[in-house]
């Protein structure tokens, strides 16, 4: 089975500064796609970026980019001028075609002033 | 954008009654919804898949005569929370998937349930 890890429970961050969330997964699987949701304490889930496994290219959404490795089964995630509003809890989340998504802990990030 | 609307945002209701949660696709067609519960500083726990017209399947742990699905059209599914009782108090977020194999999960704002 497929399975989502994020090492890293809690972070921070100072503001205008760069942080980077972890996460590895477990398949066997070739075809799947990476997302990185955010949480905030409104507890609306929103996407953040996502990733084809079949593109090389690192997916970029602004101030947000993932570092995919493949063969490591690594995709981080990249905030880059730490901004206030990105206090939230971070999940990362695996789905291969037609299956069910699986999510990983998350990660509470924390942006300090 | 794709749309997800859920309600209640937020219900408190007694001991033995059953609480129905409503999960519409605004502006797409959702070929499958999935619920899911999350308990605090938690990670989503999925309870269910919903496919439109057929019945839902549910994951291993989750009793489908308590938590009753149905997913009627491609824009609603519905989640009945039977006899519940204050175990059951929880947030439950829905969300939607457009067809295709890459599309990303669109969720609800989710429903705070509180079972006195």
């Known amino acids: 089975a497929q399975t989502v890890t994020q090492s890293q429970p809690e972070m921070s961050v100072q503001e205008a500064e760069t942080v980077t969330l972890s996460c590895t997964y477990d398949?066997?699987?070739?075809?799947?796609?990476l997302f990185w949701y955010k949480q905030p304490p409104s507890r609306q889930m929103i996407l953040v970026i996502r990733q084809e496994a079949y593109k090389q290219q690192n997916a970029t959404e602004n101030r947000f980019s993932v570092n995919f490795q493949k063969a490591a089964k690594s995709f981080s995630l990249k905030i880059s001028d730490s901004q206030l509003g990105d206090a939230a809890m971070y999940f990362c989340a695996y789905r291969s075609y037609g299956q069910n998504f699986v999510f990983g802990p998350g990660t509470r990030l924390s942006v300090l002033p | 954008g794709a749309v997800v609307s859920q309600h209640p945002s937020w219900v408190i209701c007694k001991s033995g009654t059953s609480v129905k949660i409503e999960c519409r696709s605004l502006?797409?067609?959702?070929?499958?919804m999935f619920w899911y519960r999350q308990f605090p500083k938690q990670s989503l726990m999925l309870m269910a898949t919903?496919?439109?017209?057929?019945?839902?399947?549910?994951e291993q742990g989750v009793e489908k005569d308590k938590f009753l699905i149905n997913h009627a059209s491609l824009t609603l599914s519905t989640l009945t929370v039977t006899s519940a009782h204050p175990e059951d108090s929880s947030f439950y977020i829905c969300?939607?998937?457009?067809?295709?194999?890459?599309?990303?999960?669109?969720f609800g704002d989710g429903t705070r349930l509180s079972i006195l």
């Open positions: 969300s939607a998937i457009r067809t295709g194999g890459n599309q990303p999960q669109h």
């Open positions: 502006d797409f067609q959702a070929t499958t």
């Open positions: 919903s496919n439109e017209g057929s019945k839902a399947t549910y």
């Open positions: 398949t066997s699987e070739s075809d799947y796609y």
